[in-house]
């Protein structure tokens, strides 16, 4: 240990102490020199002269900043001449070792004051054994009386150090009060940044049960503090870590590293809690570990996000179900798998969706939507996988189904059966009164475990090619895959690029077919297109009209056709003989907001007159958008052009409709006309369609009159009818029929 001085070596205070000592030891060293020399003791004033330049010495020394040498001369300097005078003062001098070592006690520490104690003793056991004690001073009195100066010096130096070193105490004291607020303060300032940190921190005991948790902890687990202190963190804090987790890391803590990791808590009503934990030992100044420490950041907004990013990309947002990227995931990732069944792919498509919609409005019919996509969660088994596509159309995917195809399409057509039914009952829509049941149609398609990669991904296609077949075939149809499908589809996509090409190449036709009254008088014609494929050869509209609807396409043909069909009526035959065209317009061309400016332009190019043109309009344009549709056919009346209503009873035809919408012309449609002269239902149909046009005075055009029974039935009903059909002779490419119908003569027939 080392001795005061060390310690507060560059105390000024101790440093003064030191000079003096060594001021006095000079001037000890000449007084005892000069009485020496006064009674001839020769020896002892040598000696003690030695003393001088021993305390010069240590003054330089201590001058130089060396302490440590300037102590050590010091000291052992002083003690060596004490030993040396012993002999020349009797004896006397070893009265100075107590001295040398209460003071060798002060500056050199213990260890070298014990080393001084056994050389003092060793010292004056050589001087005793050897005699040289005997040879007493000659002067014994001036020994005492110098001995007495020189203690009497030392005493002074000595209680000066010890004055000075209890100065230094009070002072140590003092610094140690500071030291401490110091660290209070310093305390203060970590234990309020715990307190208010936004992080849980939790501080445990050694037997990790919990002596402290900050308010955060508390806010975020909804604890009360003493619910918590004194309970072991594993029930209270990180009931997220198992067993063997735990037991890790409390080795990798004992290893003196930090532990970190990731868990899921809970908050004491048992919500989840997911946390990025870091513990920490806390060590006392033996470096022993006395507490843990756990600092815990929420990630619940984290995986929150991380969840809602996944269900934006993963899930409809309507019905919550996986969407059409997850359901082609999912084939991908059966496609990969072995397969040593037949899985079934079924699409599913609510019937007449979109009319729903239009006159429902969006709300109603999500809620249609979600109320579907629940009945067939209900309705399904649990290992069937369900997707919403789009609208109302859902995908259901049966894994394993059967070993062989056959059995499993039967599976497959049961489930459909099954679901269809479930449809069938009554939906409860949010915010309606009224319950809805839906009909459906179903397209399915099966991978078997023989099919390759290829056939696997295309599955989705196949079923909605199936899906497809089954709408064409009508309401509540379900249809299975076959390959035939896939060629239509692919004669769909050749008749859309053929047709783009082919309108301005001026492959379409015009076609008349005359209309006429019972007694055969021609009263105009309508207006059908055909299509002159360069390898087909000549298509009916039954084959390209769908497909022309699914596209702008439909834009292109109908203002073809329409342009045509004024070019023509502008002829003067038209005007002279009171004759009408009648020409189709599609829904979709009806419906496009530029279809009354094109109308006017075409009137106005061609000089066609407007009174003698019949537009013929279905009841889906009515369906798409009744106020816009009854405000665009007051817009066409204005113009003087006349409103047909074709394939009425087909459709859903409301009464009311026909009494809001200033429509001039009914056309019943083929399919009764057919049957009036068969079926009594039929017949009470037309007549029943007959007197309602009377009533409403409506102009009553029969389509598809094909015999003469059937002619002159209607005749009956109603005098005033005109006819359309093969009986009075099939359409007509429009030159033709100017030729043979009107008997025009050919300058007049080329428009
Ligand atoms: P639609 O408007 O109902 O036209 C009547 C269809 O019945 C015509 O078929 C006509 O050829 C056929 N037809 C006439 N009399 C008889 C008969 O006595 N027996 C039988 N079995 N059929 C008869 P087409 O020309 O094939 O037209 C089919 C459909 O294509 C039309 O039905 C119409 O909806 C649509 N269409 C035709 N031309 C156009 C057009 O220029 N624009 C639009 N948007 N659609 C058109
Ligand atoms: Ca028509
Ligand atoms: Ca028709």
Known sequence: MQGQFFEAKNRLSMRYALRFACIWMSALGAVVAAAGLFTAETALAALSLLLIPLAVLTQALLRSQHWQAATLLFCWGNWALATATIGGSGGMAAMAFPVWLVIAVWLLGTTQALCMLGLSALALLLFWTTGYLDAAAHNPGLAALLYALGSLGLAAAITLMARLSLSHRAQKSLDMLALLEESQQELRKFHRAVEQSPESIVITD??????????????????????????????????????????????????????????????????ALRESVLVAPIRSSQGQVVNYVELKHDLSER???????????????????????????????????????????????????????????????????????????????????????????????????????????????????????????????????????????????????????????????????????????????????????????HKRMRIARDLRSGIPLGELRLYLQTQATARGVCVGAEVLVRWQHPQWGLLSPVEFIEVAEESELILDLGGWVLRQACLLLAQPVFAERGLRLSVNVSAIQFGHEGFMPALQAVLRDTGANPHLLTLELTEGVLLRDWDEARTRILALRELGIEIALDDFGTGYSSMYSLKQLPIQELKIDRGFVSGSHGSATDAALVEAMLLLARRLHLRVVAEGVELPVQAERLQQWNPDIVMQGLLLGEPLPQQQWLAEVLGAPDSLQQP
């Open 206 to 271: 050694t037997a990790l049960n919990v002596i402290y948790v900050n308010d955060a902890f508390l806010a975020r687990t909804g604890y009360a503090r003493e619910e918590v202190l004194g309970q072991p963190t594993e029930l209270v804090s990180t009931m997220g870590m198992d067993r063997s987790h735990r037991r890790r890391a409390l080795e990798q803590l004992a290893s003196g590293a930090v532990w970190r990791g990731e868990m899921s808590n809970r908050t004491r009503s048992g919500e």
């Open 303 to 489: 995986v929150l996000a991380d969840r809602r990013i996944h269900d934006l990309v993963y899930l409809d947002p309507l019905t919550g179900l996986p969407n059409r990227h997850s359901l082609v995931l999912h084939l991908r990732e059966l496609a990969t798998g072995a397969q040593s069944a037949c899985h079934g792919l079924l699409l599913l498509d609510v019937d007449r969706f979109s009319v729903f919609r239009d006159a429902h409005g969006m709300q109603h019919s999500d809620e249609l939507v979600r109320a579907v996509g629940m009945r067939l969660v209900e309705a399904l088994p649990d290992n069937v996988w369900i997707a919403r596509l789009a609208g109302a159309e859902f995908a259901m995917l049966f894994e394993n189904l059967e070993p062989h195809g056959q059995a499993a399409e039967q599976r497959l057509r049961q489930q459909a059966q099954a679901l269809k039914l479930a449809l069938q009952k009554p939906l409860h829509l949010r915010g309606r009164l009224e319950t809805e049941s839906v009909s459906c149609c179903m397209g399915a398609a099966l991978l078997e475990p023989g099919a390759g990669g290829a056939d696997q991904q295309e599955v989705l296609r196949f079923a909605s090619v199936a899906l497809h077949e089954a709408k064409q075939n009508g309401p509540g149809s379900v249809m299975l895959f076959e390959p035939r499908m896939a060629e239509e589809v």
